[in-house]
């Protein structure tokens, strides 16, 4: 089996040279699922993972605009269609200086898998640029999103692409966005979700992410005779999927102790309260500030420059910022201080090496493919309430989104128990695999 399993890899990284994101997201699935296609005739002789491991298309473009020096600026734009075999491609944009091919490529293999553990018909994708937005005026992002968009809104449609936020991207930029594209095509259509209420938007979109990691989290613990109440969580992050994931642990009875942005973390002994959270929503969704300056309204709290969280002790530790950003010694700490259960706010946030020693140490893990759904999933209810012209209530769309997610860890169970242990990544890379697979089986060699 390791034969094979290394043959596809080989093969896979032919084609994807120094695209080292991408290369590890591939390699993670496979474990998984060419193993069951071993087993499971009707996919085995079919090449079915290699095709989904190659995108359906791949745009990249120039993005040229001016900012308010009036120097003329270029920055590359992408979208990844990576497949639309169970619907059209459904995923986020993200605007960060480290966005390229790899990243992007990853982002939208993961999407593939997750937006099929939904439940939902959404194919998987995902875009962006390498402009970063930090650091630039109101007027400059305005720019930017025009510019960006006279060019993808030939490639996007509410049948074909549906991008949305994610890194760098929240309610302003799809505003920009969404203006742009409506002038362009002169229709009003939900091309893009996340928007906001009054235009097209769902209630509990902003929330979805945040709150879905955490009760993805709350079913991993109940079927542990376990919950949140009382318990100690380190996130890191502190934009939108981190912001609501503490909303929510707050809400369950949890102490949240720290949060983070990419200058370093902060620790509030005393734990971050509802006040204390909005606080910092005000200094990162409104006054566009860092994280250090917790600590100059709050002195009990302390800020560690350039640091992770994972060394602070903790029973609940989620990753909501970025890739990449646990590695092994992270892993090694947080189950030495007494870390039961990590559910991944963030894509790809812990190392194949950290991953791997939680599944060892038998630690509730949940991949962000599973945990970090409730995103995309309210992304289509929010498509499925503008088809319908007509909007569903706040209780209504979170009640929709708590079933998702129940039933995303449903599907967990179904395909990765082992002997009484949940793997969750096994689980969720064999249920998003299933779905898809065999929607491609049935549309011929696509
Ligand atoms: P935001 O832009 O709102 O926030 C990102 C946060 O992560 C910020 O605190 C940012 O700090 C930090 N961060 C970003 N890049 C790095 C880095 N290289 N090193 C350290 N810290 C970093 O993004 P979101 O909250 O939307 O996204 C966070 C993660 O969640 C991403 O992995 C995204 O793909 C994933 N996700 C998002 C969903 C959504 O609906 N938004 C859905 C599912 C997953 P700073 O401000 O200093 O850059
Ligand atoms: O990674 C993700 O799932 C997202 N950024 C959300 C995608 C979406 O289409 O809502």
Redo the contacts with the bound molecule.
């Keep these: 089996m390791k034969e094979i399993i290394s043959q596809f890899i080989s093969e896979v990284n032919a084609r994807n040279k120094n695209e080292p994101e991408f290369m590890q997201a591939v390699t993670e699935v496979a474990e998984n699922v060419i193993p069951y296609i071993v087993q499971n005739d009707i996919y085995y002789g079919q090449n079915i993972l290699l095709r989904i491991a190659e995108p359906e298309r791949v745009i990249s473009f120039r993005v040229a605009w001016i900012d308010d020096k009036e120097e003329i600026q270029v920055n590359r734009g992408y979208r990844v269609e990576m497949n639309s075999a169970i619907g059209p491609y459904k995923g986020?944009l993200?605007f960060?200086p480290?966005v390229n091919l790899s990243v992007l490529k990853f982002?939208a293999f993961e999407q593939t898998f997750?937006n099929s553990l939904t439940t939902l018909p959404m194919g998987g994708g995902k875009g962006g640029s390498d402009f970063d937005p930090?650091g630039k005026s109101d007027t400059e992002i305005m720019r930017f999103c025009q510019s960006f968009m006279t060019e993808l809104f030939r490639h996007i449609g509410p049948n074909r692409d549906i991008p949305?936020?994610?890194?760098?991207?929240?309610s302003r930029e799809i505003g920009y966005m969404f203006g742009q594209y409506k002038r362009l095509k002169n229709e009003f259509t939900g091309v893009l979700t996340?928007k906001g209420v009054s235009w097209g938007g769902s209630l509990i979109?902003p929330e979805?992410?945040?709150y879905g990691v955490v009760y993805f989290t709350q079913e991993m613990l109940v079927n542990k005779d376990n919950s949140l109440k009382d318990k100690k969580v380190v996130i890191?992050?502190?934009?939108?999927?981190?912001?609501y994931a503490a909303e929510k642990c707050l809400h369950l009875g949890a102490k949240i102790c720290t949060?983070?942005?990419?200058?370093g973390y902060i620790y509030d002994p005393e734990g971050i309260n509802l006040e204390k959270l909005a606080f910092i929503m005000d200094l990162?969704n409104v006054k566009r500030g860092?994280?250090i300056e917790y600590t100059n309204k709050y002195p009990n709290s302390e800020f560690f420059k350039g640091k992770?969280p994972w060394d602070v002790p903790c029973q609940i530790a989620l990753p909501?910022?970025?890739?990449n950003?646990l590695g092994k010694y992270d892993a090694q700490n947080l189950i030495k201080n007494g870390c039961i259960c990590i559910g991944e706010?963030?894509?790809?946030?812990c190392s194949p090496e950290a991953i791997e020693i939680f599944l060892k140490n038998k630690i509730l893990f949940a991949p962000?493919k599973a945990s970090?759904?409730?995103?995309?999933a309210v992304?289509g209810l929010e498509m499925a309430q503008n088809s319908l012209r007509y909007s569903w209530s706040r209780d209504e769309v979170d009640k929709r989104l708590q079933t998702i997610m129940k039933d995303i860890h449903q599907s967990c169970i179904s395909f990765g128990n082992e002997k009484g242990f949940i793997n969750y990544v096994k689980g969720a890379n064999i249920a998003g695999f299933v779905k898809v697979a065999d929607a491609m089986l049935a549309q011929g060699v696509v």
């Design positions: 986020g993200r960060h480290s982002l997750k930090k949305a936020g994610d890194i760098g991207v929240g996340g979109r979805a992410t945040g890191s992050g502190s934009g939108n999927v981190a912001q949060m983070s942005d990419s200058s990162k860092r994280i992770k909501c910022a970025t890739q950003e706010g963030a894509n790809m946030p962000g970090n759904a409730g995103g995309v992304s």
